[in-house]
């Protein structure tokens, strides 16, 4: 006799068409069976993934914000052949055509996947970066949310480096993959994100690498920039970056003391 489990994934298989309602049900079995029953783990595994990636990722109407809630069991079920074969060409399609549609559900995607993304982080990087600085406000948010997500799945320090220059050539207008920003809000998107990076695990990533980023990127940023503002907000992203050095640098300290003693500076930027 099935036992009541074994009678439900029947049933999903029987089904020729899922939709949104089955990934809570889909989800509820895959945290059941994780630890006590392989077999009927990997058969679910692969009913789960299918429906999320078809449901989910390349959905052509946005999908509702509850049937996002209770994915994730099916995300972190996710290995890293699957998601190159099976998961990302349809993230990929579907981030190019229509990333108002799926943005939502890319940072619970990416903060779910229980392996390393820098293989492809600089791919997904370009292709996050057009909703961040899109000017639509809900767009942008789940973005740089993506951002923050795949900046914790990157171990290689050369990537998150890549990402990082990449991230300031937008902001440099020298990147024609993407238009030139136009509003400080784009400005202060791409510098969030930037900020966000220097909170990757990556541990080979050298004080000199670091230094090098402030010399060539942030120093002239922020002496060229006249909006108070946004030099505050460059500021803070960082020192993100300032918090990784473990030794002393003297053209840093005097960057900063420089800023200290401008006498028309304003207070919050001191």
């Not at 049937?67 to 981030?95: G, W």
């Not at 951002?147 to 990157?154: D, G, H, T, Y």
């Not at 000199?208 to 060539?216: C, H, M």
Request: charged share 20%.
């Amino acid at each position: 006799i099935p036992t009541l489990a074994e009678h439900w994934i029947t049933l999903l298989k029987s089904i020729p068409e899922h939709d949104l309602a089955h990934l809570g049900l889909i989800s509820s079995l895959l945290y059941r069976f994780k630890t006590k029953e392989p077999t009927l783990y990997e058969q679910i595994k692969t009913i789960g993934i299918d429906s999320y990636s078809k449901l989910i990722l390349g959905t052509r109407t946005k999908p509702y914000e509850a049937a996002l809630k209770p994915c994730n069991e099916i995300q972190s079920s996710i290995d890293i052949e699957t998601f190159k074969t099976k998961v990302y060409p349809i993230l990929n399609r579907s981030l190019l055509r229509n990333p108002e549609i799926i943005i939502e559900a890319v940072p619970s995607l990416l903060s779910n996947l229980q392996f390393d993304l820098s293989y492809t982080a600089n791919e997904l990087a370009k292709l996050l970066a057009p909703p961040l600085i899109s000017k639509t406000e809900s767009l942008e948010a789940s973005a740089l949310a993506s951002f923050r997500a795949l900046a914790k799945q990157i171990s290689n320090g050369e990537t998150t480096i890549s990402i990082v220059q990449y991230l300031f050539n937008i902001l440099n207008g020298t990147d024609s993959s993407v238009n030139k920003l136009s509003v400080i809000s784009q400005r202060e998107n791409v510098l969030s994100a930037i900020g966000t990076l220097s909170r990757s695990p990556s541990t080979n990533i050298s004080q000199d690498d670091i230094l090098k980023l402030f010399e060539k990127y942030f120093y002239p940023i922020i002496q060229q920039e006249v909006h108070e503002g946004l030099i505050c907000h460059m500021l803070q992203q960082m020192s993100g970056w300032c918090s990784r050095l473990t030794t002393h640098d003297q053209t840093l300290t005097e960057f900063f003391k420089k800023g200290l003693d401008q006498k028309n500076s304003i207070h919050c930027l001191k």
